[in-house]
């Protein structure tokens, strides 16, 4: 059983430029959400695809946006970037956008420097 | 809006010895509440949930978390600690489906690292 997946899992950008990670979900999981998780701090929620559809957003500017695709994979995409954008970003999958079935699992995460 | 606090950044412990780390949250409604385990350079794996029934919940690798709901806590304990529990944990809230609007979006504390001696 396939676990969820992120590529790259290194990635080194200069300020300005723009990045696109990908996610695959978990098998049987159509739900996928995305957090960065800063140096030294938890996981903060950038936004979350059910349906190829945008259903929760956190507080993160335009500049993150995103896309799911008909086979329930994901991709965030990061435009401007700037220093304070380098992160471990995570993508979780799970079963549904709510209820109990919505448990996540996490990706092992892709590791995105700004230079 | 919902939070999470973990108010401890480090906790030691010595092997054999039971532990635990401490969680509070606050948020609208009965909530979800999980624990998750970070080992360096890795993503983020579950160890046990809370949604409703017994307030003490048995997970993964013989940890479990006692749901409080007066003292809005979720302490996650372990009766003997294991050299190999070193790691950095993290708590989470979710609020009930009617009020996350759809959506199961994920609050995080920031963490408590855990350190296991012999």
């Known amino acids: 059983d396939a676990g969820v997946t992120q590529s790259p899992t290194h990635l080194i950008k200069t300020r300005g430029q723009q990045v696109t990670l990908r996610c695959s979900p978990k098998?049987?999981?159509?739900?996928v959400s995305w957090y960065q998780q800063a140096l030294g701090q938890g996981p903060q929620f950038i936004f979350q695809?059910?349906?190829?559809?945008?259903?929760q957003r956190g507080n993160f500017p335009d500049r993150f946006s995103g896309h799911q695709f008909p086979n329930y994979s994901s991709e965030l995409n990061v435009n401007a970037l700037l220093l304070g954008d380098s992160a471990l970003y995570l993508c979780a999958s799970s079963l549904g956008s709510g209820g109990p079935l919505g448990e996540q699992y996490f990706g092992p995460g892709t590791r995105l420097t700004v230079t | 809006a919902q939070s999470v606090a973990q108010p401890e950044d480090q906790v030691n412990v010595a092997e054999g010895n039971p532990l635990t780390v401490k969680c509070t949250y606050s948020v609208s409604g009965n909530p979800y509440l999980f624990w998750y385990v970070q080992y360096p350079n890795r993503g983020l794996q579950f160890l046990l949930k809370?949604?409703?029934?017994?307030?003490l919940v048995k997970g993964s690798y013989g940890f479990e978390a006692e749901f409080n709901k007066s003292q809005t806590s979720f302490h996650l304990k372990k009766p003997s600690a294991l050299v190999s529990d070193s790691a950095l944990y993290f708590c989470a809230v979710r609020g009930p489906y009617i009020l996350t609007g759809g959506g199961n979006k994920l609050t995080f504390g920031t963490g408590t690292q855990l350190k296991v001696e012999l």
């Open positions: 098998s049987g999981h159509d739900t």
């Open positions: 809370y949604i409703t029934g017994d307030n």
């Open positions: 695809y059910y349906e190829e559809e945008e259903r």
